[in-house]
């Protein structure tokens, strides 16, 4: 079964600066999808980012970056210029086939002001 | 309305009680999922209805009983609950079950079970 780690139950950075959230997963899919999901304190669960498998190159949404190293089955994401309004548990998750997300435990990120 | 929506958002009840949870989507999505989420634990996926059909029950105990009369609308209906069962209820719709498709949430329902 597909499974994904967050190594990280927390984290925090300092406004403007620039943090790296981890993730790593476990499959035999070649084909698959990467998710990273923001829920803030209200709790309505937005996607971030995506990342389809088969292409090389890492997504970027303005602010948020991924790392993506397929064979080391790691999924990263980078948010620069951290703002206070990016405060929020960070979800990583995975998706193939017809399966839907399995998620990890989650990175609740903390931004100081 | 736009997005998903669900009521009530905050919930109280007894374990002899019975009380449903509602979830509608107003994005003409056709894939339908509830999860349950407790505090330092992973999301469990608890049911998927594609096109009203439903396509993956995780082993849930049958004191959650769902029903999806139509694609816009869920439903979990709960009798006979465990205190264990007090969590965060989410709910989710994408356009379809397939891997590649964006899953929109709900703001979910903070059940608590005396």
Known sequence: AQTVTQSQPEMSVQEAETV????????SESDYYLFWYKQPPSRQMILVIRQ????????????????????AKSFSLKISDSQLGDAAM????????????????????SVIA | ETGVTQTPRHLVMGMTNKKSLKCEQHLGHNAM?????????PLELMFVYNFKEQTE???V????????PNSSHLFLHLHTLQPEDSALYLCASSQILASSYEQYF????RLTVT
Do not use: I, M
């Open chain 1, 20 to 27: 790296t959230l981890s993730c790593t997963y476990d499959t």
């Open chain 1, 52 to 71: 389809e498998a088969y292409k090389q190159q890492n997504a970027t949404e303005n602010r948020f970056s991924v790392n993506f190293q397929k064979a």
């Open chain 1, 90 to 109: 960070y979800f990583c998750a995975y998706s193939s086939g017809n399966t839907p997300l399995v998620f990890g435990k989650g990175t609740r990120l």
């Open chain 2, 33 to 41: 999922y509830w999860y349950k989420q407790s505090a330092k634990k």
């Open chain 2, 57 to 59: 029950n995780n082993s």
């Open chain 2, 61 to 68: 105990p049958s004191r959650f009983s769902p029903e999806c």
């Open chain 2, 106 to 109: 709900g703001p979910g329902t």
